[in-house]
């Protein structure tokens, strides 16, 4: 199938060759007409397969066919929520790439940012919105959003978005939005509470689905080595010590750990830098734009802070830790092998996350090759159940030594870290 077939504008059309796109993805050719005929899309399909595109080209196309119907003033007539900001931000510059040629009108919002320049892009008026949940809805309480005129609602990433505990905002936001739209929902996986959200708000929806994520990543060659906790670090320079390896997106499972690998990795001259939550907006972007322009070797990411990050031609991932869902792993090793590209992960496996790999493995019907060769193999064995019981207790009693102790210090007064759900997520 051709993007001719999908009888999209001229100037799109123009935009979408400048880009280089020869065909539609899969999830492109079977969402796009439908979108295109106002139906209501469910659509299972994870990052990396063009799902973007597949609402956004249609919602661009909808609007140029009722651009002679213009209201007196611009108002958001498409609303796209999604979870993360770089999320959000990725999916507003492709909106730009695509409506390069015509005269529609978008911007992005999201929170951790001063809100006086998002407000600026609003006043001015817009037709397409992209917005994370929690400041979109600060800006409607302030009235500076009004979504009397959407007409097309998306919400992207929905398990993403309830995994964030955001179904509160979306509950909210629902009531919010004129009964007569359409609505788009987007989801890498679509187990039962999604598809109970769903009924809440669509009208007899079109399902659409590519690629379960159990059966994603077909193109990526997956690795595993066998380790010791304490190895880790070793094997992980090891690793890099292949100069083939040119770059790199670290998982690594907290935010302190994330750091920590970083001021290994620069003490031997490697160029790192971490994305997480408890980074600025600023600092994300800037570590962001840097690994994107090469001048980073290595990315070090949490979960959620990677989530939706498009690097075009990324070859590596790297899992310093397993993660114990092993849909995240799936998610985690989409960032290479993305529209059709190959890619490598490995993943560092320590005896306890032993039964983590056999989980993944379970999930996506393929073993893992285990790297057979390297200088730290692992020679420690799980614990067992009578020592990992010690071992939750004494972590327990570690932790709320550690909190006691913080209380102390801080007479109490620290209720600001964890003052709102959600303020202080990865
Ligand atoms: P997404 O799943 O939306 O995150 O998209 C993954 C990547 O595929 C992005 O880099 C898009 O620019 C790219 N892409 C989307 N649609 C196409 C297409 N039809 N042809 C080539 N690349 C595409």
């Known amino acids: 199938m051709k993007f001719e077939q999908l009888n999209l504008d001229p100037s799109i059309l123009m935009a979408l060759q400048e880009k280089n796109y020869e065909q539609p993805t899969p999830i492109q050719a079977q969402a796009i007409p439908l979108i295109i005929q106002k139906k209501d899309v469910l659509a299972t399909a994870q990052t990396g397969t063009g799902k973007t595109a597949a609402f956004a080209i249609p919602i661009i196309q909808n609007m140029l066919n009722n651009s002679d119907k213009k209201p007196s003033k611009r108002n958001i007539k498409a609303l796209i929520v999604t979870p993360t900001r770089e999320l959000a931000i990725q999916i507003d510059e492709n909106i730009r790439l695509y409506a390069k040629y015509t005269s529609l009108r978008h911007c992005v919002i999201f929170g951790g940012v001063k809100q006086g320049k998002q407000v600026q892009s609003i006043r001015r008026g817009i037709d397409i919105l992209v917005a994370t949940p929690g400041r979109l809805l600060d ?50 996986t679509m187990p039962d509470h999604i598809v109970k959200l769903s009924k809440q708000f669509m009208q007899q929806p079109s399902k659409v689905s590519v690629a379960p994520v159990s059966s994603a990543a077909e193109t990526v060659t997956q690795k595993v080595y066998y380790t010791n906790k304490a190895d880790k670090k070793q094997l992980l320079l090891h690793i890099l010590a292949d100069g ?36 600025s907006q600023n600092q994300r972007q800037k570590a ?13 990411a949490t979960d959620i802070a990677a989530r939706g990050i498009d690097i075009q031609q990324l070859g590596y991932v790297i899992n310093f830790d397993i993660p114990n869902i092993p849909e995240t792993y799936v998610h985690r090793i989409g960032r290479v092998g993305r529209a059709g590209a190959t890619g490598i992960a490995l993943s560092l496996c320590e005896p306890e996350e032993n039964q983590f790999i056999k989980d993944i493995q379970r999930l996506i019907n393929q073993k893992l090759e285990a790297i057979q060769k390297h200088p730290y193999p692992q020679t420690e064995k799980p614990m067992s159940k009578a020592e990992k019981k010690v071992f939750e207790q004494e972590k327990k009693e570690r932790k709320s030594a550690y909190f006691a102790s913080r209380k102390k210090r801080d007479g109490g007064n620290n209720k600001n870290r964890f003052n709102r759900k959600g303020k202080n997520r990865n």
């Open 139 to 188: 800006l409607i309480g302030q009235k500076i959003i009004h979504l009397h005129q959407v007409n097309t609602f998306v919400l992207d990433e929905a398990d993403r978005m309830l995994d964030m505990g955001f179904i509160h905002d979306i509950r909210k936001l629902l009531q919010l939005l004129p009964k007569k739209r359409q609505s788009l929902l987007f989801s890498a």
């Open 288 to 300: 962001l734009k840097n690994f994107k322009e090469k001048s980073l070797r290595i990315l070090v």
């Open 244 to 279: 083939s390896i040119n770059q790199a997106l670290v998982f690594s499972r907290t935010k302190h750990g994330a750091d920590k690998l970083v001021r290994i990795l620069q003490k031997k001259q490697i160029k790192a830098a971490a994305i997480h939550g408890n980074k």
